[in-house]
């Protein structure tokens, strides 16, 4: 028997989308709003780490992915001389786990994961502005002035979440937000990403082979910068560019942001074309490619270019009435250790299942459940965050410490790496409890799942094929 609430989830990034799906193989009732007018096409490189593969199996998508994907055997790292300074050896995930490491352009995974959720249970156009809750159910108002009605409401819309800001403004009226939480973010990190149009490989010799190209730049000059590549199927090449701001860098994006938002409100998208005369971005035209030619050519042959201003953190304050957050919205990552969607996508799962087997939405039953959620993702989180903050250090540290750690390790890293990348991160696999689930593949056991206490047979899980 399926549940007697609702669940309306805001935000159909890959988080918000891998939530809906499980909640469609889960016969729970459910809605996903999306504030752009179609799939979002913004972003780079997503890379699916063995850690969420087996949930893959689950739902049968491996082979879609693989599809739209490479492989990744090496990240390779060299200074901005082009002179090489080593590799990141990940050739022996399949052995260690059953499952290779894969990058793919993020549009190309919300297409995959998306076209898992019927089309009458997506929203677009439909930006959330505010909601308010009560102990029978939550409503929230879109910027359109329309309204919509559940029992749980889901905030995975990103760094920027709305959610968020409204659930703390909330929090703060009543006196109880969390200390560090009123913080401000410092947003001293700002990247830039995208993909380019297909292109030749009598240019780019790279495309044609059957694994990924991972390469990541690092440049010594003030302020620092690093850019990487990855090429990935269909000729394309994703691209990101990362620095870090100093104080007087930071006005200056902030008053080019809120003239683009005044183009915005006079009717002038921030697409683009816009982007692509970014002081930053102009500067970065000239940096070098160790596969020829210059940054500024992949600039030029991309069809969406979108910047992101991140600060790192982990929030204390998840939860609030029938408002619970996943994904960015409570757990900000930098974007150089790309495992931000990994991480989203298993707090989709974690959620998915306390949810499923929720036997009504009451107010007692869900301050229990948030609490179960929150306890169950945490540690798994700042240990994820710890090892980004390790291998960002690492990658792109610009300090004489970090540059020296970059060329003593990196050398060695096919040895040093699994000290990073440890079994914790690697053996956590959590899976959907109302789905088959998928055994151990590799010699690194994934941590036994989590115990539940309401078992169906309603479910609508689809049996995964071997592969």
Not at 38 to 45: E, L, M, N, V
Not at 214 to 241: A, E, K, M
Not at 322 to 345: I, K, S
Not at 388 to 405: D, H, P, R, S, Y
């Amino acid at each position: 028997m399926a549940p007697s609430f609702k669940v309306l989830i805001a935000g159909a990034g890959i988080g918000g989308a891998t939530l809906a799906v499980l909640l469609e193989r889960a016969n729970v009732d459910y809605m996903l709003f999306e504030s752009s007018p179609t799939i979002p096409q913004q972003g780079s490189a997503i890379i699916l780490s063995p850690n969420i593969m087996p949930l893959m199996g689950q739902l049968g998508l491996i082979r879609k992915l693989e599809a739209i994907s490479k492989r990744i055997r090496a990240m390779n790292l060299s200074e901005d001389s082009m002179k090489r300074i080593g590799e990141i050896d990940l050739s022996d995930h399949l052995e260690r786990t059953g499952y290779h490491s894969l990058v793919m352009a993020r549009s190309d995974l919300l297409e995959v994961l998306l076209s898992q959720v019927p089309k009458e249970r997506i929203h677009f156009n439909k930006r959330i502005t505010s909601f308010q809750q009560n102990k029978d159910e939550v409503t929230i108002r879109c910027e359109d002035d329309t309204q919509f009605q559940g029992q749980i409401l889901v905030g995975a819309d990103g760094a920027d979440s709305g959610v968020r800001i409204n659930l703390y403004r909330l929090l703060t009226k009543k006196g109880i937000l969390n200390r560090v939480d009123a913080e401000e973010l410092v947003r001293d990190h700002v990247s830039f990403v995208g993909v380019t149009k297909p292109l030749s490989e009598d240019k780019y010799s790279i495309l044609g082979e059957e694994n990924s190209h991972c390469h990541t730049i690092v440049s010594d000059q003030t302020p620092p910068f690093s850019w990487s590549y990855y090429t990935i199927p269909g000729n394309r090449i994703c691209w990101s560019l990362d620095t870090q701001l100093d104080d007087i860098s930071i006005r200056e994006q902030q008053l080019l942001n809120e003239k683009q938002q005044d183009d915005q409100q006079q009717g002038h998208l921030w697409e683009s074309e816009s982007l692509k005369e970014n002081p930053i971005l102009e500067k970065a035209r000239d940096f070098a490619l160790p596969i020829g030619g210059t940054l500024g050519d992949l600039i030029k042959v991309s069809e969406n270019i979108s910047k992101a201003e991140s600060d790192e953190r982990l929030f204390e304050t998840w939860n609030h009435g029938r408002t619970v957050l996943m994904g960015d919205a409570c757990h900000m990552m930098l974007p150089n250790a790309g495992q931000g969607a990994v991480v989203a996508m298993q707090d989709a799962v974690t959620l998915a299942n306390l949810i499923h087997e929720l036997p009504s939405a009451t107010s007692e039953n869900l301050v229990e459940m948030f609490k179960d959620y929150q306890a169950e993702r945490y540690p798994s989180v700042k240990a994820q965050m710890s090892l980004n903050q390790k291998v960002g250090k690492i990658m792109t540290g610009q300090t004489w410490t970090e540059a020296l750690i970059r060329k003593v390790m990196v050398r060695c890293m096919s040895k040093v790496f699994h000290h990073f990348n440890d079994s914790r991160i690697l053996s956590d696999q959590p899976q959907a409890s109302f789905l088959p689930l998928v055994g151990s593949k590799g010699k690194i056991a994934a941590l036994p799942q989590r115990r539940h206490r309401r078992k169906s047979s309603s479910s609508s899980g689809e049996k995964s094929p071997k592969h």
